[in-house]
């Protein structure tokens, strides 16, 4: 273990990766001591300061126009009113206006680290439509939140079929034969299946007329989107490890335990999986940044509803698709006429989309130092 972390702290890239992963896992255990929702986004309700309205209760400060529940969101179109600290705890955010036309759902992020602890967006809020009064979901909220969610999903299901494949393409490759030939031709029975319509079956059989599963929010539907990208995931990870397999088993070291009388169960477990590793670290980094994309995927085409128990959900991958979603609807739509104006909300796609970025490649990074400071072909 010495040896080994000698030979990954010299890897810069990899130090950074595992800085990086770190974070992610700080954030997520924080985010787990927080009073919010684990499977639905809270909702808020922008309220605008704007002309005087007596019947509303604050006369001349304050407009409520709130169709959707949730908590009240204050904004204002160019000033703060003179009076803000009477209203919402002073917890006012500018709204974005597009040729005189004030959207107080659409909130900006503060651009600043000062105000980050007075309210809930301090990232700015995401809209599933730029109608003017629409519920506002809190990027900080689906961030903090969602770090749990995208671990999570991606080392269970890329621990679990890389698991799988490993047993498989290990007996498969070992043992050869008829053995070996069983084995591959289920393999490419589930191969020649394409992945995202083969999780979007299975999570909506095995959600049919199903009661929650009875730990805490997490419902039949997430164990079931987790069993789908399982059960398609680990034929991959047989082929790469049965195709080592098959050059590890022919070594000198291998005959020679052989030779001295290890068992088969032994010289698999203890001479040939063990070196047929390495891989498999290589895969796995690629893979476990793929989930949250695959899951986002799903989401953008509009399978949000099969695959989770409520929508939005506080998963990265799910809100970058749906940020993305909304950026082509209404926002770009209104870009192609000049006398509108274009206002473009970015913050919606940089924050969940630097997550996602974040994560990739820092478990790319890691899991290269990984495999470098494990195989001793590449020390010297």
Known sequence: ?????????????AMIGLTIILMIAGLAIYAATLPLPWT???NWCATDYGPADPSSGYPGNYTQVCPTTGPIICTYEFHPPPNAARFCNDQWYQGVVRSNISFPSII????????????????????ISSGERTPIYSITTILARGSDWSLMFSVAIV???????????????????????????????FLSIPT???????????????PSSGHGDITIKVLAMILGFTLIWWPF??????????????QKYV???????????????RHILPNSVYPVFIQF????????????????LGFGPVLFPSVPFPEWGAASALSVSDLQGDFLTSCYSAATGCVIPWWQLLFPGVALFMFAISVNLLSDGIRDALDPRLRR
Not at 1 to 13: A, D, E, I, P, S
Not at 289 to 299: C, D, E, R, Y
Request: charged share 15%; proline share 6%.
């Open 1 to 13: 273990m010495r040896r080994t972390w000698y030979f990954f702290r010299r890897n810069t890239l």
């Open 40 to 42: 639905s986004v809270p």
């Open 108 to 127: 900006a992020p503060t651009l600043s680290l000062s105000p980050f602890h007075l309210g809930p967006m301090p990232l700015g809020g995401i809209t």
């Open 159 to 189: 621990g679990l079929g890389a698991s799988i494949g490993l047993l498989v393409g290990g007996l498969a490759g070992f043992y050869g034969g008829y053995l070996d030939e069983a084995l591959m031709r289920f393999v490419d029975v």
């Open 196 to 210: 995202l319509l083969f999780v979007i079956v299975v999570v909506a059989v095995l959600s049919v007329d199903l």
């Open 237 to 250: 990870y047989a082929r790469i490890v049965r195709g080592q397999v098959l050059v590890v088993r022919e």
């Open 255 to 269: 005959e020679a335990a052989q030779a001295a009388g290890s068992p088969k169960r032994r010289t698999l477990f």
């Open 285 to 300: 980094s690629l893979d476990v940044g793929t989930i949250p994309l695959l899951i986002g995927s799903l989401v953008f």
